[in-house]
């Protein structure tokens, strides 16, 4: 069952008049103002409009080597240049002001409301201000770090960029202070489900703090022990806290089934619906960007996923060339077939995937499955929930920095963390031994893991670039699956490999420059503003 908070979520800021410009530019004087702040009311409406940021579906996927769409991209080409604006710039300090807000005027409320109350929705505010610097330090690097309301007088306006390491400091002292002050997820009951809980800021930390330990171990820059540590510390907490578990049916995490207070697997999620009947907030993810060919998968994915017997098809006995689309699924990974779909799957109508269109939308031969749903594609709308941050990440992140940090990691660890995902994609444990005995690499196969778990959910693009491999990974060809002509058309596409896959887009049309594209170039306007900001490195 969907919880009442997006309704809330919907009528406070009705209530309250607010658009995010207004509550960007709410007045110290204004009348509204200083009669707010008096009440846990007030500060939950307040609250609630920082959870318009969590992120709704997106493509962010054909910025990697995961996905590509029907048009280019200039981030994933290499070919863009920098904005005049940037709505990932601005938007950061949207939420970030609206956050700075709360917290310094929290306090209003204290003649009627607890210490305990007003922490709790403190902690609520930190949690975003620290999601809102992360994604601003995660693309730009070195940003200003505002932690008090601005006006037009304030010097901070004209102040430069802060570092990299002065930034995550600060968000690990808001995340510190959330997971101390925030309930947990089972207190909040299916009432306040889809608000932070305790383990949510520390699930988050760990995701934070493995980006930029991993990062600035491979960039070769700051303190990459200390920052791996605390993604250790942050996954195994979370761990330890028993709180959550992985939800059962893979396929069913991304549909109606998988929603709710009863999958414990998901930590921070964006809500949707209630219903199609009750459309506070719906989405056409499926058949605006999945169906309509906008985020096609790649055969680099495609490949990713292992035989059942734990090897990569270069490697295990049980891979066969295929020789029709259905082949491709065979003896693997239970996640392909949950995320790739296969013949005979559900499409549009009462058509199946590949019965029409061929290659004209799905032009790498191979389609997302994840959120498809033929009910909603019928009624062209829908309200499955997006997982934004789920437990199986934290896993992922327990292994990997476990990993990065000893050089190791014991059979045990694995078993706490990757094993539980293999054997929910039914395939063979990862153990010390399997990886000697058949020429693997462990930190390849930790890394496998978090690709094939987390694929199609906005993740792999960041991993290149933290793992300083993006340089590599962009370059190459984007390739699809086999072409099998009897399936896909007696037209053959536009190129074909001499082996026989399809040819997307050639190398000479991709390129990454490592000299530059590791970090994203500053809003041009922002630097007209503010002279004392300098613009990355080559841009």
Request: overall charge neutral.
């Amino acid at each position: 069952m969907k919880s009442k908070f997006k309704y809330i979520l919907s009528t406070c800021l009705l209530f309250l008049g607010m658009t995010a410009c207004e509550v960007e530019r709410l007045p110290e004087t204004s009348i509204s103002d200083a009669t707010f702040w008096r009440s846990e009311t007030d500060l939950i409406a307040a609250t609630n409009y920082l959870y318009t940021f969590i992120p709704g579906f997106n493509g962010d996927d054909v910025w990697s080597d995961d996905a590509i769409g029907l048009i280019a991209n200039s981030i994933s080409d290499g070919s863009r240049i920098a904005p005049s604006t940037d709505g990932n710039y601005n938007n950061a300090y949207l939420l970030i002001r609206a956050a700075n807000n709360i917290i310094e005027k929290s306090t209003r409320a204290s003649a009627n409301t607890s210490a305990a109350v007003i922490d709790r929705y403190v902690a609520e505010a930190r949690f975003f201000r620290a999601w809102g610097y992360y994604n601003l330090v995660q693309r730009y690097g070195d940003v200003p770090l505002i932690l008090k309301i601005l006006d037009d007088t304030s010097p901070e306006l004209y102040a430069p960029a802060n570092k990299r390491e002065e930034i995550f400091s600060q968000i690990y002292q808001d995340l510190d202070f959330a997971a101390l002050k925030l309930p947990t997820m089972a207190s909040l009951g299916t009432g306040n489900f889809g608000r932070i809980s305790n383990t949510g800021a520390l699930a988050f930390k760990a995701r934070v703090a493995l980006f930029e330990g991993t990062r600035a171990k491979f960039h070769n820059y700051g303190d990459a022990k200390m920052h791996l540590s605390a993604a250790e510390a942050a996954a195994k907490a979370v761990i330890d806290s028993k709180q959550h578990t992985l939800f059962a049916n893979y396929f069913d995490l991304f549909q109606y089934a998988g929603e709710g207070l009863a999958n414990k697997e998901n930590i921070i999620v964006k809500q949707y619906g209630v219903s199609l009947i009750d459309r506070v907030l719906i989405h056409s993810y499926y058949r605006g960007t999945i169906e309509n060919g906008n985020k096609n998968p790649t055969k680099s994915l495609v490949d990713s996923y292992l035989m059942s017997d734990g090897l990569p098809t270069t490697k295990s006995p049980l891979y066969k060339t295929p020789t029709t689309t259905s082949e491709v699924f065979t003896n693997r990974d239970d996640r392909l077939i949950q995320t790739v779909m296969k013949r005979g799957d559900p499409y549009i109508f009462t058509k199946k995937v590949f019965d029409v269109a061929n290659l004209v939308f799905q032009k790498t031969g191979f389609c997302f499955r994840k959120f498809s749903n033929i009910d909603d594609w019928n009624t062209q709308a829908s309200s499955i929930d997006r997982p934004v941050l789920r437990y199986a990440e934290v896993l992922l992140a327990y292994a990997e920095a476990k990993y990065e940090l000893d050089g190791t990691i014991s059979d045990a660890d694995l078993d706490l963390s990757v094993n539980l995902l293999r054997a929910r994609g039914k395939i063979a444990k990862l153990t010390n031994a399997f990886v000697t005995t058949n020429g693997l690499s462990m930190r390849e196969e930790i890394r496998r893991e978090r690709r094939i778990e987390l694929a199609q959910e906005g993740h792999r693009y960041w991993d290149i670039i933290r793992w300083k491999t993006a340089e590599v990974e962009l370059a190459k060809p984007v390739l699809g699956n086999f072409f099998f002509k009897t399936e896909f058309g007696a037209s053959t596409p536009a190129a074909v490999t001499p082996d026989g896959f399809i040819l997307v887009t050639a190398a000479n049309f991709r390129r990454f420059d490592p000299a530059k594209d590791y970090l994203w170039p500053l809003p041009l306007n922002e630097i007209s503003l503010n002279p004392a900001l300098k613009q990355n490195p080559n841009w």
